[in-house]
């Protein structure tokens, strides 16, 4: 069992940034491929951005240019930056791990982007 601990979440005006971290309880960490995603009221949870073992990212063209995700894998840390934030980009953000057939969840950090 791996447990996923996010930070980082808050209340930020439009064009503000933030970035959240993910810990990860587990020592084969870098066998994991990490990933963020997020829900908003009323609407499925969707991906925002993802990382393999060996450093391949993929990301939503919604956050592409203005998100960056990335692992410290010394730190068993998986992190994603974001920049210009949006309105839309409301939501509550969960951290993600799988490793077939392993999937688990974070509890969610909540990010509000509002003037």
């Known amino acids: 069992q791996v447990q996923l601990v996010e930070s980082g979440g808050g209340l930020v005006q439009p064009g503000g940034s933030l970035r959240l971290s993910c810990a990860a309880s587990?020592?084969?960490?870098?066998?994991?491929?990490m990933g963020w995603y997020r829900q908003a009221p009323g609407n499925q949870r969707e991906l925002v951005a993802d990382?393999?073992?060996?450093?391949?990212?993929n990301s939503a063209d919604s956050v592409k240019g203005r998100f960056t995700i990335s692992r410290d894998n010394a730190k068993n840390t998986v992190y994603l930056q974001m920049k210009s934030l949006k309105p839309e980009d409301t939501a509550v953000y969960y951290c993600?791990?799988?490793?077939?057939?392993?999937?688990?969840w974070g509890q969610g950090t909540q990010v509000t982007v509002s003037s």
């Open positions: 587990t020592v084969f960490f870098s066998w994991y491929t």
């Open positions: 993600n791990a799988r490793h077939y057939p392993e999937n688990y």
């Open positions: 990382i393999g073992s060996v450093g391949g990212t």
